[in-house]
């Protein structure tokens, strides 16, 4: 199997109708239509993938959004039929990988989700000597515990879920507090510095986390 996409869509026959192209295409699929299930279903099912619709009884699509970025990095397209700018750049800033604007074709979802899925490298952006435990948020490099932050570990997570992939100081800053606090996005040059100098401690000859000039910071293995 391609992996486990949940499908989060209240409107239960076309997610149906995706779950079938889906399974043609080689993913198992799991369908939610209450959005205030949906939080608890991504921690419990460890799906690949999250197809989430923005509209929703019970919990807002960007709502449940943000508070999955508070705790996984698990690739999330939104589908809305809101087609303005301003809902697709707010839900882009909230870590959705990807958007979709209804109506779309069940192909097309496929597709998406597929480049999705190699474009964040989902299974193989962590080299085996660095480990994150996302329920005690505890980073470990060969054995030996970082000692991070909530906010370091949660901003390391969410670069190492996307390897090669650039992000803005806003986006980073957006991923370490989804809860809107307001801070100036060059906090995240501090948590860089900080996660930099406790990573070298155990790993002196790699550099992992790489400053982008005139855009931000990613996430990519090499030797110094």
């Known amino acids: 199997m391609n992996g486990l996409v949940l499908i989060v869509e209240d409107e239960k026959s076309s997610a149906e109708i995706v779950a079938e192209y889906l399974q043609r295409a080689n993913f198992s699929t799991c369908i939610l239509t209450d959005g205030a299930e949906a939080v608890s279903r991504v921690f419990e099912n460890s799906p690949d993938l999250v197809l989430l ?3 929703l009884p019970g919990k807002g699509g960007l709502e449940i959004c943000r508070e999955i970025r508070m705790r996984s990095s698990v690739p999330i397209i939104m589908v809305t039929a809101l087609a303005e700018e301003l ?3 707010l839900g882009l800033e909230l870590g959705a990988d990807d958007y979709i604007c209804k109506p779309y074709s069940p192909r097309e979802v496929v ?11 989902q299974g193989d952006a962590l080299p085996q ?15 030996r515990d970082l000692q991070l932050t909530a906010a370091e ?10 390897p090669g992939r650039v992000y803005n100081r806003q986006q980073l800053l957006n991923s370490t507090y989804p809860d809107d606090r307001a801070l100036n996005d ?7 510095k900080n996660l930099r100098k406790k990573i070298a401690q155990w790993l002196p000859n790699v550099e992992l986390i790489h400053s982008v000039y005139g855009v931000g910071y990613k996430f990519e293995i090499q030797d110094k």
């Open 153 to 162: 570990f949660r901003l390391l997570s969410y670069l190492a879920a996307h």
């Open 129 to 143: 000597y660095l480990q994150l435990d996302q329920l005690k948020y505890r980073a470990t490099i060969k054995g």
């Open 53 to 55: 619709d923005l509209m």
């Open 186 to 192: 060059r906090a995240i040059d501090n948590y860089i």
């Open 87 to 89: 809902d697709r750049l």
């Open 111 to 121: 597709a998406r989700v597929k480049t999705v899925l190699r474009r964040t490298g």
